[in-house]
């Protein structure tokens, strides 16, 4: 008995391995919806001569790919607006500011036998801000254009659903004003972790 429960699990190990993959054909177009963390890394650079720290804030995200061959994918990344706020050393918060950050990225989607069908790909972020707050002034962030990295993982649910965690690094930085005059350079340069559900047209 034991044999057989022991075999009978094994069994359905290797099934669940085995399934079908999440895979691409050229041609074909996924939509992603799910939710999105930008993380900003550690010391965001100086403002005002005090080192600055941006939080970090979770939103929707969306995605659109479109394979131009088999298993590799022309992928755009958007979002509801973010929101952070910015605080110096010395306890004050300089401001509030809302971003938006399309990204666009290649994607190299590797073929397995399983269910799990890890990619990796890099691509070219543009992050614009506005709705910049202060008490201290008028704020302003430049806009910013930067490389991004990207690695995940798709489960497939079906054969045309999957369920996706994602990381992303990408490089952020903006050179920001207080009433005109240049205060420093805001390095963000954020991890964005995501989990989303994506499906296959």
């Given amino acids: 008995m034991k044999r057989m429960t022991s075999t009978l699990a094994l069994t359905a190990v290797l099934a669940a391995f085995s ?24 010391g965001n650079g100086t403002l005002a001569n005090l080192e600055a720290d941006v939080d970090d804030n979770t939103r929707p995200i969306f995605t659109l790919e479109y394979f131009i061959r088999d298993n590799i994918g022309i992928e755009l990344l958007a979002a509801t607006p973010f929101s952070h706020t910015v605080t110096l050393s010395n306890g004050a918060t300089a401001g509030k500011v809302k971003q938006l950050p399309p ?82 350079t805001a390095e963000i340069d954020p991890i964005v972790i995501s989990a989303s559900y994506v499906h296959r047209f």
């Fill in 103 to 184: 990204t666009l990225s290649v994607n190299y989607h590797i073929p397995t036998n399983s269910k799990f069908t890890p990619f990796f790909g890099v691509g070219l972020n543009y992050t614009t801000f506005f709705e910049e707050e202060s008490a201290l002034g008028t704020l302003k962030l430049d806009d910013s254009w930067g490389i991004a990295l990207n690695a995940g993982v798709d489960y497939a649910v079906s054969d045309k659903g999957a369920v996706r965690f994602n990381v992303r690094w990408i490089d952020i930085d903006s050179d920001v004003t207080l009433d005109g005059g240049n205060i420093g």
């Fill in 19 to 42: 399934a079908p993959a999440f895979a691409q054909s050229q041609g074909d177009w996924t939509v992603g919806i799910g939710f999105g963390n930008v993380n900003p890394k550690s």
